[in-house]
Structures are given as structure tokens and as C-alpha cells.
Nanobody, 116 residues
Framework: QVQLVESGGGLVQAGGSLRLSCAAS????????MGWFRQAPGNEREFVAG????????YYGNSVKGRFTISRGSAENTVYLQMNDLKPEDTAVYYC?????????WGQGTQVTVSS
């Protein structure tokens, strides 16, 4: 059974930074791709960033390009999201996701709150 465990959320002032971490358990095919999504109250879940295995491509949602950076750890089952220049509109629950070619496994989420 695949488990994704996120950490690193919290409260930060606008312009600040946070780093989210996610560690996956299970088989290697369960974390071939890893990414981050977020959902704010009343909104649909939104794609934030995604990455192929180490050395592969990375992808970003338009609203975070240039501010967020996704990376894989030296252990392929970990993924990080470095969030800089945070804005109040980045406030949401952030979810780690993984899968072979589609995101089918989800973490429980970690709250990120950005105050103005």
C-alpha cells in the first residue's frame, strides 16, 4: 500500500518562504512521477508542480512559475517544494501526489497559510 507523508506547512508572512517535503512508501513504480497540488476553500484542486524521476522534466502551474521549485531527493521516493515570495493567494492545503504515469496516490495534505 502506498503512503505519502507531507511535512513543512505552516504560517508565513507574504514575501516569505516555506519548504514542503513528501516521502513515499511502497513500490518504485508508485512514485515514478511525483508532484504537488493545492486546494483552497471553495476552489477546485489545482496543479502546482510535477517532476519526472531525477534528471527528468519539471512542470509548474502558471500561478507559481518563477516562485516555486520542485525537486526530487537523493532517495527517489522523496520530493520537495521550495516556495519563495509567497502571496496570500497561495494559502491552501497542499497535497503530495505520485504514480506511474498519472497521479493516483495522494497524501493527507499540509496547510500553508500566507498572511498579508
Amino acid at each position: 500500500q502506498v503512503q505519502l507523508v507531507e511535512s513543512g506547512g505552516g504560517l508565513v508572512q507574504a514575501g516569505g518562504s516555506l519548504r514542503l517535503s513528501c516521502a513515499a512508501s511502497g513500490r518504485a513504480i508508485d512514485w515514478n512521477i511525483m508532484g504537488w497540488f493545492r486546494q483552497a476553500p471553495g476552489n477546485e484542486r489545482e496543479f502546482v508542480a510535477g517532476t519526472e524521476p531525477s534528471g527528468g522534466a519539471t512542470y509548474y502551474g502558471n500561478s507559481v512559475k518563477g516562485r516555486f521549485t520542485i525537486s526530487r531527493g537523493s532517495a527517489e521516493n522523496t520530493v520537495y517544494l521550495q516556495m519563495n515570495d509567497l502571496k496570500p493567494e497561495d494559502t491552501a492545503v497542499y497535497y503530495c501526489a505520485s504514480g506511474l504515469k498519472q497521479y493516483v496516490h495522494w497524501g493527507q495534505g499540509t496547510q500553508v497559510t500566507v498572511s498579508s
